[in-house]
Each structure stands twice: as structure tokens, then as C-alpha cells.
């Protein structure tokens, strides 16, 4: 019962290559072919409301937040490996490197 149902999938894909390669054979499109399309070049600033400003305040604490987080992360990473290096046998885990 489980190969039929795994089956039925393959036959609606054989009848659609069938079906569409048979449309191409006869030189009948089914899709009318139109005017090519245009794009025109993307702009970004679309993207952003026309009142959006960046507080350059703002980015500077922001920017100091993420240099103290990552110095504090460093200075665990590195007492990590001070403690393993002291007392291998009393890590508990992978090691810190």
C-alpha cells in the first residue's frame, strides 16, 4: 500500500513531462509570449522610511557595548584556558581551544 501511494507522485510528474513535451512538439505555447520586461536599477534607499536618520550617539554606545562585551568574552576564554592549563584532569568537558 505504501509503494502505490509513493507511486502516485511519479505518475503525475511522467503525465506532466508528457503533457508539456508534447505542447513543444506540436509549436503550440500555451504561454501567450509577451514584451521582454525591464528593471529598472535598485535603489536602497526605497527601502528605508524617508524619515529614518541614524543617531550617531546611539551607534557609538552601541559599538562600545559590543567591544566590552567581546573583550569580556576573550578575558573568560582566556582564564578558561589558564585554569586547564594548570589543572588539566580537573576540567570537566572539551577543552577551551
Do not use: C
Not at 557609538?60 to 567581546?70: D, K, M, T, V
Not at 578575558?75 to 586547564?84: A, I, L
Amino acid at each position: 500500500m505504501r509503494y502505490i501511494l509513493l507511486l502516485a507522485p511519479l505518475f503525475a510528474v511522467v503525465a506532466g513531462y508528457q503533457y508539456v513535451s508534447h505542447q513543444i512538439a506540436s509549436g503550440q505555447v500555451g504561454v501567450p509570449l509577451a514584451a521582454p520586461v525591464t528593471l529598472k536599477p535598485f535603489d536602497p534607499s526605497s527601502l528605508v522610511a524617508p524619515s529614518f536618520t541614524l543617531d550617531s550617539r546611539e551607534i557609538a554606545r552601541l559599538n562600545g557595548e559590543n567591544i566590552a562585551n567581546q573583550t569580556r568574552l576573550f578575558n573568560q576564554r582566556m582564564e578558561d584556558m589558564r585554569n586547564y592549563a594548570r589543572n588539566p584532569a580537573g576540567w570537566h568537558g572539551a577543552p577551551p581551544f
